[in-house]
């Protein structure tokens, strides 16, 4: 196990080793202490690494991940994962705004809550937030899976792709062009296999699917004020 | 666009300390605004006093002369402190009017930071550490108080363009984000009587808080009057005589983050500006709501 | 025949419900939608033309044209990049993406750019390997929508170009006809094909500099603080937004004025809002000698420049260098002559052509099309725009050595003067034959 200590290591140190590590690596294990806030702690990484992260950090720790398994044992400010390419990553702690923003791919677990935009513009990846999420969460989100336990904000969806939106509590109101959708079972899979992955105490039933009417996909005069 | 910082303590024992944890957390806040900052803190209400807070770009001649004119005409019943570039006058507060009447007149270049039963308003062009030196912030002691650090949007980089923005007694704003109808918003608070002195979105806002108050709406109230009448991005942070309170518009894009524990609550822009406080471990941490009031009073 | 003693007036066409104007109403009855077109603001505006040189005379003197070397190499990204782009011209390709152009026209512009020693720009939807094999130099465009936005390619750009705005539309977003979402460009940007293309406005996951400054700073930390950031802007407030880019820690800013083109927005943007890129100039490098950063934080100034003496008047005015689009394809065959039959089919002419968005372009340059752009000739087309910048360095070099400069960036403000008041008061240069400069105090 490897530790980096942000109040000896500068953060350029920090991600700089973190980024060297390449697919052959001896050294799997890592650690950062007292992350006290900063911003992009981990972002850039390219190797299967299992990191821990021990306290709460600032925007987009995680920031354009590929391949790592990191553990936040704390909170984490905007933009957590933004851009995800592959990996997973758990935040013990609760997500500020913009969680997994424009993510492609791999896998965000937020074991508490999320803020407002959390899956804003998601490009596939699979996000599961144990709580609550708040407004605008999956605007233009054009593909991937957001699965939430608890509730969610004012509108869910808006201006939706194809993303897939799996939500267990309550909705507060969707946007403009989402819609509840029939749970079949090649959805119950999908979802089931995120909440195990995710160790989410749930049943896929207790769900509802929520996801794109299409009808803001060609342009027709009727719909013009949903713009 | 700025950082702000806020602290409203429930446990008296931590009041020795405010003004060395806002300025730890001010500080912290530093790259979001280099500009200027600026620290409002509520402290020591004097019974039947009242505080009025000047600021002069020459204290050496200006306190001079001023100490000597109101030493001859109330004697007894007034103090100044000078800090630096800033006075406080604490008078009784029946002769606050004439007080105000004597530096409109006689001293026309000192400008009015605060006036109030407990407010006190520091604000300099430089870095928070700067300024927060220059005041010596980290000494004082108080209740609550409020701080800002500036990255000037669309208005100079000016001590009066600083934040906190006090348009009433004890009162004071913040802000983090850019109105958008400000231009037209001053110009309508200036047929009802309430001029602003700056270019500053913020101070828009701050005196339109005010104008709601002269009309008989508690803060909470005028803060959702906010909601609907103030078109843009902000978070705000506001002071009054005895509490503190929280404001985000309905979009809620500029970030803002607070803690509560059984001795404080404390608001940050980032999470980053909380860490160093008490029991922040076990804090309860939470991001407030879009057109939300939240409000905390002793 | 005229009744002599009953004569008509002559018949008089409106000027504020002229032809245009009225062929727009009809066609918003019609349709119930905006009309949505590529390119830049045609209406005239001030513009360089409106300014000339004052050349050589008994006070200044000229350099020779061989022997006496003018220098027209600049670098930029010099305040915190590892690699600043040194460029052999101060002329670059902007922003334009693969799915707003064809593939044969983004290789034809790298093959040119790199011929002329200087950088192309990659565009909305992300970098190909085409593009990044064809170009020496290659800015990466950092957008809302992110669109094939990766690490790995992050990394092999030499600079990142974080887009706040575009002159064209300044706040722009909205939405986009479908028809240009081929198998290809759908797959690179995630969507499903055919439907039409909404355009977020804002950053997905920041919003006003100060939040700004932290992206930088991933971004810096994600490329090992190698590559320059630039920060385009529309012409909004160049003053303040030239201050606030510095203040988040760009350091390049292109500012882009309403000339500026993009493959395809609403109209009233285009013509409606941003300023003209005369306006945006002064106002930027006075933020910057304000901050102590001119020359320090390069300005790289587009919309609208076309000749040599537009580069040279806006280096005189205070920018490092300059970016061109519409001329750039204009230059590889855009609205050229040869297809006017095909225009009239589509209900146009050379030269007006601007339904980029329908995909049908007969030059083969904005378009999808497999049988249109397979008109362009990549290698052919990359010569013209080497051709092309080299003209215009030839010229802002004669014109540099006819004010006596041996470094293109030596021009300066007091080499103009303008021809109208309104250029006068923009670029802060006397009107010719006067020392009066509108808004200035007489010296």
């Not at chain 1, 509108?155 to 819609?179: I, P, Q, T």
């Not at chain 2, 309170?245 to 607070?258: E, M, N, Q, T, Y």
């Not at chain 3, 915190?80 to 002329?91: G, H, Q, R, S, W």
Request: include cysteine; charge should be negative.
């Amino acid at each position: 196990m490897e530790t980096i200590d942000l109040t000896k290591s500068s953060l350029r140190d920090l991600n700089e080793i973190l980024q060297r590590q390449s697919e052959i690596t001896n050294q799997k294990q890592w650690e950062v202490i007292n992350p006290k806030g900063a911003h992009a702690v981990a972002v850039g990484l390219n190797a299967p690494l299992e990191l821990s992260i021990k306290g709460s950090t600032g925007y987009y720790c995680g920031g354009m991940n590929q391949k790592a398994n990191i553990k936040v044992y704390g909170s984490v400010g905007p933009g957590v994962c933004e851009n995800m390419m592959s990996g997973c990553v758990t935040i013990e702690g609760d997500a500020s705004q913009y969680a997994g923003a424009t993510g492609q791919g791999g896998l965000l677990v937020i074991k508490g809550n999320a803020a407002s935009r959390c899956g804003i513009s998601m490009k596939g990846i699979n996000i599961v937030v144990h709580g609550n999420i708040g407004h605008m969460s999956a605007f233009m989100a054009q593909s991937g899976n957001l699965v939430v336990l608890g509730d969610a904000g004012d509108a869910l969806g808006d201006s939706l792709y194809e993303a897939r939106l799996f939500v267990r509590g309550n909705v507060k109101s969707l946007g403009a062009d989402c819609v509840e959708k029939e749970m079949r079972p090649e959805h119950l899979n999908i979802l089931q296999d995120l909440l195990n992955r995710s160790n989410a105490n749930a049943d896929a039933k207790e769900f509802k699917r929520y996801g794109s009417a299409r009808s803001l996909y060609n342009f027709d005069i009727d719909n013009a004020g949903d713009y | 666009m700025c950082g702000i910082v806020g602290l409203f303590l429930k446990d008296k024992s931590l009041e020795l300390t405010l003004g060395e944890m806002l300025t730890q957390m001010l500080i912290t806040m530093s790259d979001r605004g280099p500009d200027s900052a600026g620290i409002a803190i509520y402290k020591n209400p004097k019974n039947s006093f009242t505080k009025v807070t000047v600021q002069s770009s020459q204290p050496q001649i200006d306190f001079e002369n001023i100490k000597i004119e109101l030493d001859s005409l109330f004697n007894q019943n007034l103090e100044i402190m000078i800090i630096d570039t800033h006075a406080i006058i604490t008078i009784e507060t029946e002769y606050l009017n004439s007080i105000k009447e004597i530096l409109a007149t006689s001293f026309p270049n000192l400008r009015i930071m605060s006036i109030g039963d407990s407010i006190e308003i520091y604000k300099e062009v430089g870095l928070p550490e700067t300024v927060a030196n220059r005041f010596d912030i980290s000494k004082m002691s108080g209740s609550h108080g409020i701080g800002h650090t500036r990255m000037a949007t669309e208005s100079a980089v000016t001590t009066m363009g600083a934040h906190p923005f006090s348009t009433g007694n004890d009162q004071c704003l913040v802000h983090n984000g850019s109105l958008s109808n400000h231009n037209s918003l001053r110009r309508k608070l200036r047929k009802e009587g309430i001029e602003c002195e700056t270019d500053n979105d913020t101070e828009v806002a701050a005196a339109f808080l005010t104008y709601k108050m002269n009309e008989g709406y508690n803060l909470g109230d005028a803060l959702k009057a906010g909601i609907t009448e103030l078109d843009g991005f902000y978070t705000f942070l506001v002071g009054t005589k005895n509490g503190f309170g929280v404001l985000r518009d309905p979009i809620a894009c500029k970030p803002a983050v607070l803690a509560e524990t059984e001795q404080y609550v404390a608001f940050g822009s980032e999470y980053r500006a909380l860490v160093n406080l008490p029991n922040i471990d076990s804090a309860k941490v939470w991001e407030p709501e879009p057109a939300t009031v939240y409000f905390w009073e002793h | 025949m005229t009744d002599h003693r009953k004569p008509h007036t002559t018949p008089v066409k409106s000027w504020t419900f002229d032809d245009h104007t009225n062929s727009y109403i009809r066609r918003a009855a019609a349709t119930g939608i905006y009309d949505i077109r590529g390119g830049g603001a045609k209406r005239r505006v001030p513009h360089f033309d409106d300014l000339l040189f004052l050349g050589a005379s008994m006070s200044r003197y000229p350099l020779e044209g061989y022997r006496e070397k003018c220098d027209t190499s600049v670098k930029l990204g010099t305040r915190y990049a590892k690699n600043p782009i040194e460029l052999d011209i101060p002329i670059t390709i902007a922003g334009m993406s693969f799915g707003a152009l064809s593939g044969q026209a983004k290789e034809a512009l790298g093959r040119g750019a790199s011929a002329a020693g200087t950088s192309t720009t990659t565009g909305d939807g992300g970098m190909t390997p085409e593009e990044r094999g064809h170009s020496t130099k290659l800015v990466y465009q950092y957008l809302p929508s992110r669109y094939g936005m990766n690490p790995d390619d992050l990394r092999k750009a030499d600079a990142i170009e974080i887009v706040v705005g575009q002159g064209a539309k300044p706040g722009g977003g909205g939405m986009l006809l479908g028809q240009k979402i081929s198998d290809r460009v759908a797959e690179m940007r995630n969507l499903p094909k055919g439907i039409d293309q909404r355009s977020a406005c804002r950053h997905p996951d920041w919003t006003g500099p100060d939040d700004l400054e932290i992206k930088i700073l991933e971004l810096r930390e994600i490329t090992s603080w190698k590559v320059p950031i630039y920060i385009k802007i529309g012409g909004a407030r160049p003053y303040f937004d030239t201050t606030l880019a510095i203040k988040a820690g760009a350091d390049v800013v292109v500012l882009d004025g309403m000339q500026g083109g993009t493959a395809a927005t609403q109209d009233v943007f285009i013509e409606h809002v941003g300023q003209p890129t005369l306006a945006c100039i002064r106002p930027a490098v006075q933020a910057l000698q304000d901050l102590g950063m001119h020359r320090k934080v390069q300005l790289v100034l587009s919309g609208g420049i076309r000749t040599g003496a537009d580069v040279a008047k806006a280096l005189a005015l205070g920018a490092d260098a300059v970016s061109i689009g519409t001329a750039a394809l204009i230059a590889l065959g855009d609205n050229d002559p040869r297809w006017e039959k095909e225009y009239n089919k589509l209900g146009t002419t050379a030269g007006a052509y601007d339904d980029w968005h329908e995909g049908l372009d007969p030059a083969g340059i904005t378009t999808q099309d497999p049988q249109l752009s397979a008109r362009l000739d990549p290698i052919l087309a990359g010569q013209r725009l080497k051709n092309y910048l080299k003209v215009m360095t030839l010229e802002a070099q004669t014109i540099a050595r006819a004010c006596g400069k041996n470094h293109i960036l030596n021009l300066e403000p007091e080499d103009l003067c303008a021809l109208t008041m309104e250029a006068a008061a923009m670029a802060q240069v006397p009107l010719s034959g006067t020392n009066w400069i509108p808004g200035k105090p007489d010296v």
